[in-house]
C-alpha cells in the first residue's frame, strides 16, 4: 500500500472528458466536466492499483508525461493517489461506539423513532466536512 502518480490522457468529448492511463491496460474513465473528471480518473487509478496491490501483481512504472504521444486536442496530466486512504474510504465495518446522553433526548428521540446511528454518522461526517 502506497502513494502512486501516474500520467492520464484527458481526451474532450462532446459531454465532457474521456481518461485514460497509458500504463495500464483498460484503465479509463470519464467526466463531465474538468473537475468530475480529475475526480474520477483519481478514483479509477486508486480503483486499479488497490486490485494490483490485492492480486500481488506487478506494479508498472509511471511513464515520462513528455513521452506520452497524444491526440490532437488531448491533454496531459499527473494524477495521484494512496492507495491507503482509499481502503479506508472502502471499508464500511461498523465500529460499536458507546456514548451518554441526558435521559430526557434518549426518551424523545426514540419516541421520535430516530435512528441513533444514522444520526452520529450524519453528525461526525459534517463535523469532519465529509461529502
Do not use: C, E, P, Q
Given at each position: 500500500?502506497?502513494?502512486y502518480i501516474y500520467p492520464a490522457v484527458f481526451t474532450p468529448k462532446e459531454n465532457?472528458?474521456?481518461i485514460n492511463f497509458p500504463d495500464f491496460d483498460s484503465c479509463y474513465t470519464q467526466g463531465k466536466n474538468l473537475e468530475d473528471s480529475?475526480?474520477?480518473a483519481e478514483d479509477v487509478l486508486a480503483l486499479m492499483l488497490t486490485q494490483f496491490e490485492d492480486k500481488h501483481c506487478e506494479i508498472p512504472k509511471p511513464s515520462a508525461i513528455n513521452d506520452l504521444i497524444i491526440e490532437n486536442g488531448a491533454f496531459t496530466s499527473y494524477i495521484s493517489c494512496d492507495t491507503t486512504v482509499?481502503?479506508?474510504l472502502l471499508n464500511?465495518?461498523?465500529?460499536k461506539?458507546?456514548?451518554s446522553i441526558p435521559s430526557w433526548l434518549n426518551d424523545s428521540a426514540v419516541a421520535a423513532g430516530i435512528?441513533?446511528?444514522q444520526v452520529l454518522q450524519d453528525a461526525l461526517k459534517a463535523q469532519l466536512h465529509i461529502g
Open positions: 500500500m502506497a502513494k465532457g472528458y474521456f480529475i475526480h474520477m482509499y481502503r479506508r464500511n465495518t461498523a465500529v461506539k458507546t456514548l435512528n441513533f446511528s
